[in-house]
Nanobody, 115 residues
Framework: VQLQASGGGLGQPGGSLRLSCAAS????????IGWFRQAPGKERERVSC????????YYSDSVKGRFTISRDDAKNTLELQMSSLTPEDTAIYYC?????????WGQGTQVTVSS
């Protein structure tokens, strides 16, 4: 199983970035998937998740209304559209897949929000 995240980079406050996570070795359609992030000196936190059971979506309070998670079943990718960026969104973003007791992580992609 491999998760390859891309799309990070430098964003301006108030701007937008889009992250993508390409999966191989498992179908995201039948897997609980999501995005986590880790800022310098802080613990990794869950940002947004997509349940394969009922299709429900979770957003942390800090990103609710600004970020949108989506899944492209044809491409087997997970997306995160980030809008209204703030410097507090600066972190390494990781895609995550969980199937039963197994958990998989992508390599992380850096997002920096600065003017």
């Amino acid at each position: 199983v491999q998760l390859q995240a891309s799309g990070g980079g430098l964003g301006q406050p108030g701007g937008s970035l889009r992250l993508s996570c390409a999966a191989s070795g498992l179908s995201l359609k039948t897997t609980n998937i999501g995005w986590f992030r880790q800022a310098p000196g802080k613990e990794r936190e869950r940002v947004s998740c997509f349940s394969s059971d009922d299709g429900s979506k979770y957003y942390s309070d800090s990103v609710k209304g600004r970020f949108t998670i989506s899944r492209d079943d044809a491409k087997n990718t997970l997306e995160l559209q980030m809008s209204s960026l703030t410097p507090e969104d600066t972190a390494i973003y990781y895609c995550n897949a969980q199937r039963g007791i197994l958990q998989y992580w992508g390599q992380g992609t850096q997002v920096t929000v600065s003017s």
